[in-house]
């Protein structure tokens, strides 16, 4: 079956940078658009980023220039590299097979000094 596994969370100071990584199996990864999202208590979930099966990106305005979104279709891995951390990304971030219900356990990110 499908499964996505997040890793790479914690604790950071405001300006820092964290690496999320999510890892699946049980599917051929290359063929499938891949998504970040986020979630704060009482809000929706969020899309942060989507990449395509050929590689097209697109960014939610608040994280563009300060996230990259990447995949490793030989190690089956997508990948959020971000940067210059603001309190305000402090949620919980999943790794979503795109408009699937296939989702991740969540990460906690938590931005504070």
């Known amino acids: 079956q499908v499964q996505l596994v997040e890793s790479g969370g914690g604790l950071v100071q405001p300006g820092g940078s964290l690496r999320l990584s999510c890892a699946a199996s049980?599917?051929?990864?290359?063929?499938?658009?891949m998504g970040w999202y986020r979630q704060t208590p009482g809000k929706q979930r969020e899309l942060v980023a989507h990449?395509?099966?050929?590689?097209?990106?697109r960014y939610a305005d608040s994280v563009k220039g300060r996230f990259t979104i990447s995949r490793d279709n030989a190690k089956n891995t997508m990948y959020l590299q971000m940067n210059s951390l603001k309190p305000e990304d402090t949620a919980v971030y999943y790794c979503?097979?795109?408009?699937?219900?296939?989702w991740g356990q969540g990460t906690q990110v938590t931005v504070s000094s």
């Open positions: 049980g599917i051929i990864f290359s063929y499938y658009a």
């Open positions: 990449i395509s099966s050929g590689g097209s990106i």
């Open positions: 979503n097979l795109y408009n699937t219900d296939h």
